[in-house]
């Protein structure tokens, strides 16, 4: 056959081939995309849901919330490997290329966006209503905080920054938005004062914006616990009446005082704690010495005999031996001159001359280590023995670990009678030194505990495993003694409870977060605002938690974890720092401008309190315009000046109201709140006010929430009562509670702030020379503080040496010339000539 022709078939079947294979080819990718069709369905019906919803959002100004969100993620199709495979052909899987790709991206990102063109919209379009629904037009973090309206939401409001707006505005736009219905709305207070002051003025505001609140219900949380169970159960139970009327502590100390007369073996523990183990530090080298000896010239611990000993541990062995009768000497040189160029003259720690033994107490942790910063402690401890060894002196060894961590007294009261000494033990025998903790103190801390126990469903066992854990700063004897000693009390209060057919707050909140959690009942609420979130206990978080447990239902937390100043009834700050840990995934925001205090303040506040940084940063701005110095300081030589102190000041602001230096408040009058650390405090007020003022004392803790043209806050000084209070939560505590809080005096710096912010205009404090509050120096060395004219000392510079303390004028004993020390001695010795 010619070429030609070969050529001319040649091609023709080639041709016929490549349509073959064009065929084959189109045959399979469309049995393929029939093989595939299933899948892409169910993407394109996915894809199509996602779209449509986020579209109808938009369209209608709707938050897109979590619980959608999960609600899309969960439907959320597999791709098939074949609509997979589909995907990777370039001339037939455009769609499914686009499909996977809208399945796999990230829906979170994607409503995230969404939502932001919402809130934009929202807070363009109801702009009347956010400039109406309060009396002021809201800012535009207070009307995000409303239109940000999500499944969980948390804010976190600075002092004076309108939080009580964002929760009244906010459930009139659930109420006008359509979201949720007024009679499925709950607002939650923490006190009958609080709850009844939202009440109010969610009724008068929805009112004046034309917004039906019928139905709207603000409770206390323990008023709706009692609801709770009885609606779960049929019947309500009964709020013990010394719980109600605020007589908790006093109960406790009544039922302590039984328990005593009754039971001896009672009286001994609490006896014991209350006087050895109450003002006991966390470590052998902890502690602030309180005592100097001017004979000796030893800093140190004062003991109940009236000597100055070096440690602690020491004054606890000083104040058992003083409380048992039992004649010692403490640190008596040794009988036999052992001094050499490596030691002085040895002086053990107690000597007993009744019976010729000596005693060495061991600051010794229970690994049997001394403190790290005690150089040279082991070696000394070798010295020590082996001389006794040498002599053959009688020797009685004790540690600090050995008695507060294992087995406390017993041993060293064993080895006292073994030698021939009676133990006479007097609980009640007069002082001549240190004072003892109050049997009221001891009260109101065992009341502490049981909030928290009770808050936090605590049972023996779970105590009894934490005591075995033993966490840093327990010391494990010493807390069973104080276990044991609360276990008694609360089986006594729980008798009591019984017996009255009544409940306390705790078992009520606990109870009715139990009965939600189980079912038993639904209270029927879509959305829940709590108010003052960062005084939360566990208790209330769980309840909180089951009210709004099942999907699509909205909580709204507002707090201020600077405020957070409550622990000691109960509250649990990490309720409001692990948010998202108690209520799942949810939003925080922030309402960082206040209509209250000045900048100045706002700066000097929140510096001071910000030290901490287990809280959350705050930047915090002020509409208002500076007034003076925001935080001044008048100083006085003695304490009985302090009264005389408040009398000035109120004096010169009367005068300057009169000369038309200072105008009337919002009130129509100026408004001074005088602040009290404690109760006490409310001695130093005048017995009469200048008519120009409206005076009121308060406590610093009874103070949160308001507010006052002028703050004054006397006796703000250092000791067991000063400010920061040394009347301290006892270490057992970490005990009950979730977690603890190691910075320094974290509370009490907490409620510092709450006193500074209180303050519309200024703030005064007043203090006493040699008696300065740690905070005040720290203000000082921050340069956040202003002498006032209307001191009667000059201002002091804080200690070089120490940076706790301030230099203060003393009087040498030995010839009255003057010198310089620092106003913490005897812990801080540093002096300074006065030239």
Avoid at 264 to 278: H, S, V
Avoid at 383 to 389: A, F, I, R, T, V
Avoid at 494 to 507: G, K, V
């Amino acid at each position: 056959m010619e070429p030609v022709v070969l050529a001319a078939v040649g091609a023709l079947v080639m041709a016929a081939v490549v349509v073959a294979l064009v065929r084959t080819r189109a045959a399979r990718l469309a049995a393929l995309g029939d093989d595939a069709e299933p899948s892409l369905r169910e993407l394109r019906a996915w894809k199509a849901t996602v779209e449509q919803g986020l579209a109808t959002a938009v369209a209608d100004g709707r938050w897109v919330t979590r619980d959608v969100r999960h609600d899309w993620e969960a439907q959320r199709p597999t791709p098939s490997t074949v609509a997979s495979k589909l995907a990777t052909r370039k001339e037939a899987g455009a769609e499914a290329r686009d499909l996977i790709a809208f399945v796999d991206q990230d829906l979170r990102d994607v409503v995230d966006s969404t939502n932001e063109r919402i809130l934009c919209d929202e807070l363009r379009s109801q702009r009347a209503f956010f400039d109406t629904i309060e009396t002021k037009p809201l800012t535009d973090e207070q009307a995000t905080a409303v239109a940000t309206f999500d499944n969980r939401v948390q804010v976190i409001a600075a002092a004076g920054s309108g939080k009580t707006s964002v929760m009244v505005a906010r459930a009139a736009y659930a109420i006008r938005r359509e979201i949720v219905p007024a009679d499925r709305i709950l607002l939650l207070a923490f006190n009958k004062d609080a709850a009844a002051e939202l009440q109010q003025r969610v009724d008068e505001r929805l009112d004046a914006a034309g917004i039906d609140p019928s139905g709207l219900s603000a409770s206390t949380f323990h008023a709706f616990g009692l609801n709770v169970i009885g609606t779960a159960t049929g019947r309500k139970p009964r709020l013990a009446p010394w719980i109600d009327g605020g007589q908790d502590v006093a109960m406790v100390s009544r039922i302590v005082d039984e328990l005593r007369d009754r039971s001896p073996e009672f009286r001994f523990k609490w006896d014991m704690y209350r006087l050895l183990f109450a003002r006991m530090a966390e470590d052998p080298a902890g502690g602030e010495p309180d005592a100097y000896d001017y004979a000796t010239r030893a800093t140190g611990f004062r003991t109940f005999n009236g000597e100055t000993v070096k440690s602690q541990g020491e004054r606890m062995i000083a104040d058992f031996l003083f409380l048992n009768g039992v004649k010692y000497e403490y640190e008596r040189p040794y009988d036999h001159d052992v001094a050499d160029t490596e030691h002085s003259q040895y002086r053990p720690d107690f000597y007993y001359p009744d019976v010729d033994v000596w005693h060495e107490h061991w600051a010794l942790d229970r690994n049997g280590e001394p403190p790290p910063e005690f150089d040279g402690y082991a070696a000394g401890m070798t010295w020590k023995k082996s001389l006794h060894d040498r002599f053959g002196t009688a020797l009685i060894e004790t540690t600090w670990a050995s008695i507060i961590d294992q087995s406390g007294f017993q041993p060293l009261a064993a080895d006292l009678r073994a030698r021939g000494i009676t133990l006479d033990w007097n609980p009640d025998r007069p002082v001549r030194g240190a004072t003892p903790v109050k049997h009221e103190d001891l009260a109101r801390l065992m009341r502490s505990f049981m909030a928290h126990v009770k808050s936090n469903s605590l049972t023996r066992e779970d105590l009894d495993r934490r005591l075995d854990a033993s966490p840093a700063g327990i010391q494990r004897y010493r807390a069973r003694v104080f276990v044991d000693l609360y276990w008694t009390i609360h089986d006594e209060w729980q008798r009591r409870l019984d017996e009255d057919d009544a409940i306390d707050f705790e078992d009520m909140l606990v109870r009715a977060a139990g009965h939600l959690e189980a079912g038993d009942v639904d209270m029927g609420f879509d959305l829940v605002l709590v108010d003052e979130f960062q005084d939360a206990s566990q208790a209330r978080a769980r309840l909180a938690r089951a009210l709004v447990a099942k999907p699509h239902r909205y909580l709204l937390a507002v707090g201020d974890d600077w405020q957070s100043i409550n622990r000691f009834a109960g509250a649990d700050l990490s309720v409001m720092t692990s948010f998202s840990e108690w209520f799942g995934e949810g939003l925080t925001l922030r309402l960082q401008t206040t209509f209250r205090s000045p900048q100045s303040i706002c700066d000097t506040a929140g510096e001071f309190v910000a030290k901490n940084p287990r809280q959350f940063r705050k930047d915090v701005s002020s509409i208002h315009a500076e007034y003076g110095p925001p935080v001044s300081l008048v100083r006085v030589g003695q304490p009985h000046e302090v009264p005389s102190a408040v009398e000035r000041v109120l004096v010169d602001l009367a005068a300057r109201v009169r000369s038309g230096e200072i105008r009337p408040g919002r009130s129509g009058v100026v408004e001074v709140d005088v602040l009290g650390r404690y109760r006490f405090d409310r001695d130093v007020m005048p017995r009469s006010f200048p008519p120009e003022l409206r005076v009121r004392f308060r406590t610093v803790h009874s103070s949160k929430g308001l507010e006052a043209d002028f703050v004054v806050l006397p006796n703000v000084g250092s000791g067991t009562y000063g400010f920061p209070s040394e009347v301290v939560d006892d270490p057992v505590l970490a005990l009950a509670m979730s977690e603890a809080d190691p910075f320094p005096h974290a509370e009490e710096r907490r409620l510092f702030y709450v006193a500074l912010t209180r303050a519309r205009r200024q703030l005064t404090l007043v203090g006493v020379q040699g008696h300065e509050s740690a905070f005040v120096t720290e203000l000082l060395k921050d340069q956040r503080l202003e002498l006032s004219p209307l001191s009667t000392v000059d201002l002091s510079e804080p200690c070089p040496d120490c940076e706790g303390g301030v230099l203060v004028v003393r009087k040498r004993r030995s010839d009255g010339r003057e010198f310089l020390g620092c106003s913490r001695f005897p812990s801080c010795r540093f002096t300074r000539n006065t030239a």
